[in-house]
């Protein structure tokens, strides 16, 4: 049993990350998106230092994040892996306002400028501040212990 073991029985979202860097589309699954502030709406998440799509997302300026809609598993899947050539293969690309990508099926979506990035063990934090932001009806992906799925909102 490792700390990766206990920290998956945590269930969190699932989103995917589009950045745009030297002229390439960049885009990873991520699940360590979060609030950080509503009064400067600000975001993070977090890449590993080792991550080859590290530079794009630190040098870019900023990011889209895509949180993924329940029935969007492959979606998750295709970005977790691949070079970034076959990440974006065969998707609907909708342009944001400063050309990140983003994907039109998703649940939410949040445009950012990167405001900080901060060092944190064999991850940075990215802390963006969100300049737009958009959401459909729907139910959001979840992941726990290695798994995928959906939760039911409470009443």
């Given at each position: 049993?490792?700390?990766?073991?206990?920290?998956?029985?945590?269930?969190?979202?699932?989103?995917?990350?589009?950045?745009r860097f030297?002229?390439?589309?960049?885009?990873?699954?991520?699940?360590s998106f979060?609030?950080?502030?509503?009064?400067?709406?600000?975001?993070?998440?977090?890449?590993?230092?080792?991550?080859?799509?590290?530079?794009?997302?630190?040098?870019?300026?900023?990011?889209?994040?895509?949180?993924?809609?329940?029935?969007?598993?492959?979606?998750?899947?295709?970005?977790?892996?691949?070079?970034?050539?076959?990440?974006?293969?065969?998707?609907?690309?909708?342009?944001?306002?400063?050309?990140?990508?983003?994907?039109?099926?998703?649940?939410?979506?949040?445009?950012?400028?990167?405001?900080?990035?901060?060092?944190?063990?064999?991850?940075?934090?990215?802390?963006?501040?969100?300049?737009?932001?958009?959401?459909?009806?729907?139910?959001?992906?979840?992941?726990?212990?290695?798994?995928?799925?959906?939760?039911?909102?409470?009443?």
């Amino acid at each position: 049993m490792s700390i990766k073991d206990a920290m998956s029985c945590f269930t969190t979202g699932v989103t995917v990350v589009t950045t745009r860097f030297n002229g390439q589309d960049w885009g990873m699954t991520c699940n360590s998106f979060n609030t950080v502030s509503l009064e400067p709406a600000l975001v993070l998440w977090s890449v590993r230092k080792e991550s080859q799509s590290r530079e794009a997302f630190v040098q870019s300026g900023g990011y889209l994040v895509n949180v993924l809609e329940k029935s969007q598993k492959n979606l998750a899947l295709q970005y977790a892996q691949g070079t970034q050539a076959e990440r974006f293969a065969g998707q609907t690309l909708v342009r944001s306002a400063q050309d990140y990508v983003r994907l039109p099926q998703s649940l939410a979506w949040f445009e950012c400028k990167l405001s900080q990035v901060v060092s944190a063990g064999d991850h940075d934090i990215l802390i963006g501040e969100v300049v737009d932001f958009g959401l459909q009806p729907g139910q959001g992906l979840a992941y726990a212990q290695r798994s995928f799925g959906s939760l039911a909102a409470l009443v």
